[in-house]
């Protein structure tokens, strides 16, 4: 059995604060080779035992609001879009939405977002690697590869910020591949993580 040996590359990009990002791109070595008081609660009498205060119940968590599933879906949806206006313009075949590779970059924005770690490879995680997650979700790959970034609000300049780095660019532009994948989350601080998985299926 052939085994893809991927490394990991990671890049700051010179974006303004709020803008500012990071990615990181897995690739074929092949390619690297070539790139936290409480108020004064009035003690009780010393002949009465201290009353025993159930604790408080944990909020219920927070479902996302409407505008915020929006705002996925659109970074979701342009970044397909523009991945293939970039491979238009390189004359190669634009990429197919694959469900499978949809719901592993999806994990991978999640995982990345609970952690809040931006990393292609995330320890302590249930899917810790792109190998996991594609079996995870049935993906049979001949070939694959990852896009990772954090900090973007928009789409548009996310694959901006691809596209200034090489391996990133590479990844957008191999001809290697046929479907691709996006998803994003947002961690509870409110910063975004952002996952695009590349693949070609076996046979």
Known sequence: ???????????RTPLSTRR?????????????VAALACGGRQQPAPSSPAPVEAPPPEPAPARPSRTSVRA???????????TNRERV???????????ELMRAAQIQAEQMASAQKLAHDVPGSRYPTLGSRLKLVGYAAA???????EGY???????????????????????????????????KSGRTYH????????G
């Open 89 to 99: 313009r390189a004359d190669l075949t634009p990429l197919r939405r694959s469900p």
């Open 1 to 11: 059995m052939n085994h893809q040996i991927v490394l990991q590359a990671e890049l």
């Open 153 to 187: 609000t928009s789409g548009a300049a996310l694959l901006a910020g691809w596209m200034t780095s090489a391996p990133h660019r590479a990844n957008i532009l191999s001809p290697r591949y046929t479907e691709t994948g996006v998803g994003t989350a947002r961690s």
């Open 20 to 32: 500012r990002g990071r990615v990181a791109a897995v690739l074929p070595l092949a390619f690297l």
């Open 195 to 202: 996952a695009q998985v590349f693949g070609r299926r076996r």
């Open 143 to 149: 070939a694959s590869g990852e896009n990772v970034a």
């Open 72 to 82: 996925a879906v659109s970074i979701t949806d342009s970044i397909f879009a523009l």
